[in-house]
Nanobody, 124 residues
């Protein structure tokens, strides 16, 4: 059984940083593409960042490029999202997910397993 657990969210002031973590059981991250999505109240869940299978080529939404970094620790079977220069507009529940097809990383439909989400709140 596959389970993803996202953690590391919290409350931070604008300009601050947080690092989100995603742990997997029943699945090895290096064998799948992995993505982070977020959902703000009243909005659709949107793509934030992804890393491809194996080589972990990375992809980012324009809104977070140069501020967020996705990374993978193969030994620990963990994926991280380092978030710097946070803005109030980043306030959302953040989800990690695995992409079975290793393609179309911005498309939610390509992701088969999802973590439960972790809340990030950025105050102005």
């Amino acid at each position: 059984q596959v389970q993803l657990v996202a953690s590391g969210g919290g409350f931070v002031q604008a300009g601050g940083s947080l690092r989100l973590s995603c742990a997997a059981s029943g699945r090895t991250f290096k064998d799948y593409a992995v993505g982070w999505f977020r959902q703000a109240p009243g909005k659709e869940r949107e793509f934030v960042a992804a890393g491809s299978r194996s080589q972990f080529n990375t992809y980012y939404a324009d809104s977070v490029k140069a501020r967020f970094t996705i990374s993978r620790d193969n030994a620990a079977n963990m994926v991280y999202l380092q978030m710097n220069s946070l803005e109030p507009e980043d306030t959302a529940v953040f989800y990690c997910a695995t992409n079975f097809y290793n393609t179309d990383y911005t498309n939610r439909a390509m992701y088969d397993y999802w973590g439960q989400g972790t809340q990030v709140t950025v105050s102005s």
